[in-house]
């Protein structure tokens, strides 16, 4: 499936995802993402199902820093065709789920400094730069057990909502 969704991004959503033209997933990669979930490893993903086929649609993951047991990176692709409808929100909200439920209290992501989706989805979320680059930023958003801290924004709605589902607070 992860093959799959690759072949449904343009090389310009590749370099976004991966920060650098990425021509093929790798069999080590495949063997890091789909790793068994637990407290420093998280992976997730949506598909849709239709007229007897499976579309992935999106997958996130979250990988806790080995030198920081209260922190970890972030990552979110999405098929092009789906980019824009929200489904990036509701992927982070269920990795900062897992998060806080395994006691992470900051995310940190690194981000193509064209990507302007998922550069006004942190923005959203008030995460702060850290550092600004010419090709990428890096964020750090800070995450909270009560989804009422979370902006009055449409991410800050999808974190909440995600935290209702998994019943987190």
């Not at 990036?88 to 989706?117: C, F, K, P, Q, W």
């Not at 890096?138 to 589902?165: M, N, T």
């Amino acid at each position: 499936m992860l093959r799959i969704g690759r072949d449904h991004l343009c090389a310009r959503s590749r370099a976004f995802r991966l920060l650098t033209a990425h021509p093929l997933l790798l069999e080590d990669e495949l063997d890091l993402f789909s790793a068994p979930n637990d407290a420093g490893h998280f992976a997730v993903g949506a598909l849709t199902e239709g007229n007897g086929t499976v579309t992935p649609l999106s997958t996130a993951k979250s990988i806790r820093f080995a030198q920081d047991a209260d922190v970890t990176e972030f990552a979110i692709t999405i098929i092009d065709d789906y980019q824009g409808h929200g489904l990036g929100r509701l992927m982070l909200g269920v990795l900062a789920t897992h998060a806080v439920l395994n006691g992470i209290l900051e995310l940190m992501a690194l981000v193509h400094a064209e990507n302007d989706r998922m550069l006004n989805l942190l923005d959203e979320l008030d995460a702060k730069v850290e550092i600004k680059g010419k090709l990428e930023v890096e964020f750090w958003l800070p995450f909270s057990a009560d989804p009422r801290h979370y902006p009055q924004s449409p991410a800050g709605d999808a974190f909440r909502i995600a935290y209702r589902v998994a019943k987190v607070t």
